[in-house]
Nanobody, 125 residues
Framework: QVQLVESGGGSVQAGGSLRLSCAAS????????MAWFRQAPGKEREGVAR???????IYADSVKGRFTISRDNAKNTLYLQMNSLKPDDTAMYYC???????????????????WGQGTQVTVSS
């Protein structure tokens, strides 16, 4: 059974930075699609950044140039470096993984098999 545990959330002022981490345990390897989603109150969960097994990264337009997704295979940990944060980035951030690489391109939240519990990010103006 795959378990994902996020950390690194917190409160920061606009323009600041945070780095989220997602420690994976159980069976995950480089063939999995790994991604970060977020959900703000009253809004649908949306994809923020995805890491395809090929190494290709896919970002939502709203975070391009500000967020970077990466993975340390030796530590089995996924990261999301968030720079130039805006109040609109305030949300619960979730780490997710799926053994099907195709979900990296157009998968919706229901397509991903494994989810973490989330970590809160709050950006004040």
């Amino acid at each position: 059974q795959v378990q994902l545990v996020e950390s690194g959330g917190g409160s920061v002022q606009a323009g600041g930075s945070l780095r989220l981490s997602c420690a994976a345990s159980g069976y995950t390897d480089s063939t999995y699609c790994m991604a970060w989603f977020r959900q703000a109150p009253g809004k649908e969960r949306e994809g923020v950044a995805r890491l395809h097994p090929s190494g290709r990264t896919i970002y939502a337009d709203s975070v391009k140039g500000r967020f970077t997704i990466s993975r340390d295979n030796a530590k089995n940990t996924l990261y999301l470096q968030m720079n130039s944060l805006k109040p609109d980035d305030t949300a619960m951030y979730y780490c997710t993984a799926d053994p099907g690489s195709y979900v990296c391109y157009s998968g919706t939240p229901s397509d991903f098999k494994y989810w973490g519990q989330g970590t809160q990010v709050t950006v004040s103006s």
